[in-house]
């Protein structure tokens, strides 16, 4: 979506090699980390230039609430999960995004945070395909995304 000034939204290029799309949503669109060692979803408001919740207006703070929300439910709902961890730190990459990641005793890092303690795991063809097939379902997001 253009902004006022003519830029236009693009996904940061780290987050792109991250990640892979699982959808759009109202605001966000809506990627899986590419670590299978944690259920891990990102959700980036497509706003161009935005690095806070605050530069967002007060109607898509709510919405970005909202689905912040109904992910973190769908995680919660299809993976056996202890703790869910949601942030937005933004201290890497600047661009707002938020990862809502399901987290259990067992994983390798608890219960520190996920960054850095392992290498990350590469998910294999089918685990990739059902996990995000169950996180569309969830969500009601078209399969053919």
């Excluded at 996904?11 to 090699?17: D, E, K």
């Excluded at 987290?103 to 998910?123: H, I, N, Q, T």
Aim: negative net charge; charged residues 25%; contains cysteine.
């Amino acid at each position: 979506m253009p902004a006022d000034d003519g830029t236009v939204f693009a996904l940061h290029p780290q987050l792109a090699q991250d990640t892979v799309a699982i959808g759009e949503l109202k605001l966000c669109r809506l990627l899986l980390n590419k670590d299978a060692n944690y259920p891990w979803l990102v959700l980036v408001p497509r706003r161009p230039d935005v690095t806070e919740m605050i530069d967002l207006d007060a109607s898509e703070q709510a919405q970005l609430t909202t689905e912040i929300a109904a992910v973190s439910h769908a995680l919660k709902d299809i993976t056996p999960c202890d703790k869910l961890n949601v942030a937005a730190l933004g201290n890497m990459v600047a661009q707002l995004h938020v990862h809502v990641i399901a987290r259990r005793k067992s994983d390798a890092a608890w219960p520190r945070p996920v960054w850095g303690v392992a290498p990350a795991l590469a998910y294999g063809d089918n685990e990739l395909r059902t996990l995000i097939g169950a996180v569309r379902r969830k969500l009601g997001l078209e399969q053919d995304q």
